[in-house]
């Protein structure tokens, strides 16, 4: 049988924890900044661990994390 293909775009995004949670980083953090508060843009730049209802599909396209 082949190897599976990793989602590459997917790969760049996404990290596995010690545990095998997905780490990602937040969204809103690339422009327009200027009107976000301090503390809006410094709460962003916290990784957040990806959504229990995505994981499956996450898996599924990142066969070796």
């Given at each position: ?7 590459k775009a997917a790969a ?54």
């Amino acid at each position: 049988m082949p190897k599976m293909k990793t989602n590459k775009a997917a790969a760049k995004r996404f990290k596995a924890t010690g545990t095998g949670k997905l780490k990602r980083s937040k969204a809103y953090k690339s422009h327009i900044l200027t009107k976000k508060t301090t503390k809006r843009k410094r709460n962003l730049r916290k990784s957040a661990i990806t959504d229990s209802t995505n994981v499956k599909n996450m898996k599924k396209i990142l066969p070796y994390l």
